[in-house]
């Protein structure tokens, strides 16, 4: 193992955490590189949560190893990792103007290091700082229940890097807000994560905000890590089928061959011409079915095709030939454009 | 045309029912208060008139209060059953704060045994309790004082515990996991966080105790029966002679020192209301 001693940057060896006899994360290995903007992303019970917790603290690992910032953390309890977090609901203190809450982090350091601790004059600038960011200057003097949902989740952004940790912590921090704000929330994120300069950990189920946000991206499976990697490492070659459904929408088409399964990206099928019908099909995987249901995505369409007792997807672009309900499909995908499993799913090169 | 027949029958249906309802309401209330309220009135009848049947007098009069306030220690009394009701009650709060948050925030692995245990102290009916309790009042000597009025009655705290258990475990986790993360330590979130979340709570559960404390007779009875160290409650007994009993004195009497815990009504009816409906006492 090598030991990395840059600030913010994470290593896991082994971490296992059980709740009596059930496994939420099994011996997971993984490095989050400093100053990356890290998404884990997994369906709901696949331990991506837990496993949050455990690096922030909250839970405490069962076995294995976490070092954060090359130091091993498992004896130094949560307020002491350099580590902070945003909640799915926020949690910000009801009683608390925004000032108050957004200090009082710092309010507490000075109060047990008088002397190493921030001063009064400190504490005051850096909320002033953070409320310039993050656009909060006029909220400052409001309590949480007089904000809007977007100004509390900024408020909980506030709070958590106003003592300037190492490693940002942000369980499904989208989650609570409606679908416009979420756009405008994902670049307060990505722009935020630009200024600060530390690790930002981001858990998700939503497969798209993923892609679109990370510049690292862990997928997770019942407790297991089933590929970690670049967004495009993850999209055009999944390590197993699991990562080949999951990441992406339309999720990949899959269909036996030879023992194992192939797959393809609704993206990446070619139209036949109908007229082709008795020409000999290219080089490739040809799949042919009747239009079944077509939906309209803006600038394109995606159409589900049925192929006997199977269905598979297609996406058509603008400018491409738009499909209608009982068309009959015959489309081709290039062979570098095709995935191959083995009988346990796992990625065959050939 | 039926529809709108049915919905305007409905509608009569539900405006009977109401009006019942609120017809036995007021039998009911009515019924609480009479005794009271003649009471009251009583103690403003001269004495050859206590007995009679009308409910006003023709001639008025305040001796009843007059001699209740110069031959009866009332403000004595009023401020032993102050301190002994403020001090149970704010020892009761000690208490339940203290141990709420301890089952709460630490999560003992014998949580549950000590839930059951303070639930099951619930079903011990206090006189089972008195003769040790009393005996053990006696040998510390705290006989006729208000350290033996309060101290022994911190026993029965687990009501308290409970309900403010009940506020604390409502708290949402991740409220908690906040603070932890900003460094607090246990004191500091039980300063910082919960207390202030909990001040609806814990302003209802004072309020209980203390009016529950306030009504408090056998124990004061056994404890403090000097006519000096006593509590309203038992001092009203003086006005039992061998001679009978002097209702007007009495009734004067009781009603100056329900005027405190009116008072308090006066100024949290709501809180009361909401601390009763929430312990399921009536």
Same mark, same amino acid.
């Not at chain 1, 294995?64 to 350099?82: N, T, Y």
């Not at chain 1, 000999?280 to 995606?302: H, K, R, S, W």
């Not at chain 2, 510390?140 to 101290?151: A, C, E, P, T």
């Given at each position: 193992?090598?030991?990395?001693t ?6 896991l060896?082994?971490l296992t955490k059980k709740?009596g ?8 290995? =993984? ?16 331990g991506k949560?837990?496993?949050l ?5 909250l839970e ?8 954060i910032g ?9 307020g &002491? ?9 926020y949690?910000l ?17 000075a ?10 004059f ?5 909320v ?11 909220? =400052?003097d409001?309590k949480?229940?007089?904000? *809007? ?5 900024r408020?909980?952004?506030? #709070?958590?890097?106003?003592r ?6 942000l369980?499904?921090p989208l989650?609570a807000?409606?679908?416009? =704000?979420r756009?405008?929330?994902r670049?307060?994120?990505l722009?935020?994560? #630009?200024?600060i ?23 997770? &499976?019942s407790?297991?890590?089933?590929q *970690? ?7 055009h *070659? ?8 999951f ?14 399964r192939?797959?393809w990206r609704?993206?990446?099928?070619r139209l ?25 995505t803006?600038?394109?369409?995606q159409?589900?095709?049925?192929d ?7 996406a058509?672009?603008?400018g491409?030939?738009? =499909?209608r309900?009982g068309?009959?499909?015959r489309?081709?995908?290039a062979?570098?454009?095709l ?12 | 045309?039926r529809m709108? +027949? ?8 539900r405006?009977? %029912? ?10 009911v ?12 009135l009583t103690?403003?009848?001269?004495t050859?008139?206590?007995? $009679?049947? $009308?409910?006003?007098?023709?001639s ?5 209060y007059?001699?209740?306030?110069? +031959?009866?220690?009332?403000g004595?009394l ?7 009701a403020?001090?149970v009650a ?5 208490i339940?704060?203290l141990g709420?948050? %301890? ?13 059951t245990?303070l ?16 005996l053990?009042?006696?040998?510390l000597?705290?006989l006729n ?8 009655q911190?026993?029965? $705290?687990?009501l308290?515990v409970l ?5 604390v475990?409502a ?6 996991n906040?603070?932890?993360? +900003?460094?607090?330590r246990?004191?500091?979130v ?17 309020i209980?105790?203390f009016?529950?404390?306030w ?5 004061p ?11 309203v ?8 002679t ?6 007007g ?13 009116l ?5 949290? $009816?709501?809180?009361?209301? +909401? ?8």
């Amino acid at each position: 193992m090598t030991s990395n001693t840059i600030a913010g940057d994470i290593q896991l060896v082994g971490l296992t955490k059980k709740y009596g006899s059930s496994i939420a994360l099994d011996a997971i290995d =993984l490095h989050i590189p400093a100053g990356s903007l890290t998404v884990i992303v997994g369906p709901s019970g696949c331990g991506k949560s837990t496993l949050l917790r455990v690096i922030s603290g909250l839970e405490t690992a069962t076995d294995g190893e976490l070092l954060i910032g090359g130091l091993p953390v498992a004896d130094h309890d949560a307020g &002491d990792r350099d580590v902070a977090m945003v909640f799915q609901d926020y949690a910000l203190y009801p009683h608390m103007t925004v000032a108050a809450n957004l200090s009082f982090g710092l309010r507490l350091q000075a109060r047990h290091d008088r002397r190493g601790g921030p001063s009064k004059f400190d504490i005051a600038e850096r909320v002033a700082q953070v409320g310039d960011l993050l656009g909060l200057e006029k909220l =400052l003097d409001r309590k949480p229940a007089q904000l *809007s949902g977007g100004q509390r989740q900024r408020v909980a952004l506030g #709070r958590a890097i106003i003592r300037r940790p190492q490693v940002l912590l942000l369980d499904e921090p989208l989650s609570a807000l409606d679908s416009q =704000l979420r756009a405008s929330a994902r670049g307060e994120i990505l722009r935020l994560h #630009r200024e600060i300069g530390a690790t930002l950990v981001l858990v998700t189920h939503d497969q798209h905000e993923a892609l679109s946000m990370a510049t690292h991206l862990v997928v997770m &499976d019942s407790g297991t890590v089933a590929q *970690s990697g670049t967004a495009e490492t993850l999209f055009h *070659s999944p390590a197993t089928e699991f990562v080949a459904t999951f990441v992406g929408s339309p999720a990949m088409n899959l269909q036996a061959s030879g023992g194992g399964r192939v797959g393809w990206r609704a993206g990446d099928a070619r139209l036949l011409g109908a007229d082709a019908a008795g020409t000999a099909a290219p080089d490739g995987l040809l799949v042919t079915g009747i239009t079944e249901m077509c939906e309209f995505t803006g600038n394109g369409q995606q159409v589900s095709v049925r192929d006997g007792d199977r269905n598979f997807a297609l996406a058509q672009r603008e400018g491409e030939r738009w =499909l209608r309900v009982g068309d009959p499909v015959r489309a081709v995908i290039a062979p570098h454009q095709l995935h191959h499993f083995d009988q346990n799913g796992i990625r065959r090169n050939v | 045309m039926r529809m709108a +027949d049915r919905g305007a029958r409905r509608t009569h249906r539900r405006r009977v %029912a109401g009006v019942a309802w609120h017809l036995t309401l007021s039998v009911v209330t009515l019924t609480m208060i009479f005794p009271v309220l003649w009471g009251v009135l009583t103690s403003f009848k001269p004495t050859n008139e206590i007995y $009679s049947l $009308s409910p006003f007098s023709a001639s008025p009069t305040l001796e009843h209060y007059a001699h209740a306030i110069s +031959d009866w220690p009332v403000g004595q009394l009023i401020g032993n059953t102050f301190v002994m009701a403020a001090g149970v009650a704010l020892g009761q709060l000690a208490i339940a704060i203290l141990g709420a948050f %301890a089952l709460a925030f630490f999560a003992p692995s014998a949580r549950g045994l000590i839930l059951t245990l303070l639930t099951i102290s619930l079903a011990i009916p206090p006189q089972a309790l008195i003769i040790p309790q009393f005996l053990l009042t006696a040998k510390l000597g705290w006989l006729n004082s208000d350290l033996g009025l309060i101290v022994p009655q911190l026993g029965a $705290s687990a009501l308290a515990v409970l309900l403010l258990l009940q506020h604390v475990d409502a708290l949402p986790p991740s409220l908690l996991n906040a603070a932890r993360l +900003d460094g607090t330590r246990p004191r500091e979130v039980l300063w910082s966080i919960v207390l202030p979340a909990l001040r609806p709570a814990i302003a209802a559960v004072t309020i209980l105790v203390f009016i529950t404390t306030w009504n408090e007779y056998l124990w004061p009875l056994l404890v403090a029966p000097r006519q000096i160290d006593t509590t309203v409650q038992i001092g009203l007994r003086q006005f039992e002679t061998a001679e009978g009993t002097n209702f007007g004195g009495l009734l004067a009497a009781a009603t100056l020192t329900s005027l405190p815990i009116l008072v308090v009504y006066l100024v949290a $009816s709501r809180r009361i209301t +909401d601390a009763f409906l929430q312990s399921g006492i009536k």
